[in-house]
């Protein structure tokens, strides 16, 4: 097979969260997050599991940075704990947690590994929680008031910067299904928490333009294209309602200033309370980016469900794709489709894949070793897909695998491992796997 090669300087790296892999949980003046809180309540994490200690890399970072530095990783995306700098949440300063992050980001740079920090990957501080959390309106300017600080210690250091990750799933995966922390299952609260963050995203960017800052903002978005299950009419308009639900509500805003007009009508008609829609905060929502990260895993398909409130679809695995120990199907060609769509319709020049991988019952042979060729075989698919956007003319600047390190993957907890390092719980041993070989010969050629 010929080579595909990568444009220059393209920036090849892994990405990972505060909660997921830092630990030290109570160490150092670090305040309770939402996720301390959620883990607490029996039967919301798989196994009893909680981020404890996690991948203990609050104290290994020095080691981590070194592994990073062995396969050649050129950029490394991480988010910034913010009970750990801010306990309360506002108020006062936590200098030893600040410390942390600093000391961070300088060993990054002393091993020629440039940081992307992203501000906001879901552990608000519980004390904010207890507020309201992000449905209380306030929350927004407590947000800035957070941002403000990191810029003011690392804004010297650090020039790529993500406000928000993943919006959808901290508002609907946190307070509709409740299946993430805080734990809440109400439609309008989740509504309410979704637009809350965005003027909050948008406070943080305004700040960012108004200071000069030096660097680039954007945001993470999980975005994934919709195909109706079937041809019949039904399906076709629940797969609309399902775009509009997960991507729309995402993009318009920040790209159009506006909310999809027919969800909004599909809620008002199923009796969900909408945020009241301020022309101020639209205009913050919708200030140009300097970036979109886009998150993708897998492409579901849709089909009509009339039980489901208030969205009437249900999602199911497209018939033909293989599907991983979560049961998420393998659809490499969704990447290229929603890159070739940030591009044509919302008009996205500059794109970093933020997030992909996939989770596997890897193990650890007797030879230290880990075979995980169905991860390398997933990621050399979805990078060929995203060479293909690429060869269409998208300006893809860059590419961040999930995850550097098995970690603690939510309410899966250690259970699902997404890591190009595998990671021995009891002892914290890192063990490169067959894909963290791979993937660093790939940095090395620039080519697949
Ligand atoms: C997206 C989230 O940003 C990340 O925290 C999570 O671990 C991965 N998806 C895998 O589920």
Known sequence: MEKKVFPPDFAWGVATASYQIEGAYDTDGRGESIWDRFCTIPGRILNGDDGKIACDHYHRYPEDVALMKSLGIKSYRFSISWSRVFPKGTGEVNQMGL????????????????????????????????????????????????????????????????????????????NYEGRQAPGIKDFSTALSVAYNLYVGHGLVVEYFRNENMIGEIGIALNLMPRLPFTNKEEDIKATEYADGYINRWFLDPIIKGTYPQDMITL????????????????????????????????????TADETVWPLGFSLKNPPFAPVNDRGWPVTEQGLTKMLLRLKNEYGIDTIYITENGTSQPDTLSLNKTVGDGIRIDYLHRHLLAMHDAIA?????????????????????????RFGIVYVDFNTQERFVKDSGFWYANLIKENAI
Not at 269 to 283: A, D, S, Y
Request: charged share 20%.
């Open 267 to 302: 809620y008002r008609e199923k009796g969900v309370v909408l945020p009241e829609f301020q022309e101020e905060h639209l205009r913050l929502m919708s200030q140009k980016l300097d970036f979109m990260g886009l998150n993708y895993y897998n492409d579901f398909w849709v």
């Open 392 to 416: 269409q003319g998208v300006n893809v600047k860059g590419y961040f695998q999930w995850s550097l390190y098995d970690n603690f993957e939510w309410a899966f907890g250690y259970s699902s």
């Open 99 to 174: 410390q942390f992050y600093k000391n961070l980001v300088h060993e990054l740079l002393e091993h020629g590994i440039e940081p992307f920090v992203t501000l906001y990957h879901w552990d608000l501080p519980q004390a904010l929680q207890d507020l309201g959390g992000w449905a209380n309106p306030n929350m927004p300017t407590y947000f800035l008031d957070y941002a403000k600080l990191i810029f003011q210690e690392l804004g010297d250091k650090v020039t790529k910067w993500m406000t928000l990750n993943e919006p959808y799933c901290a508002a609907f995966l946190g």
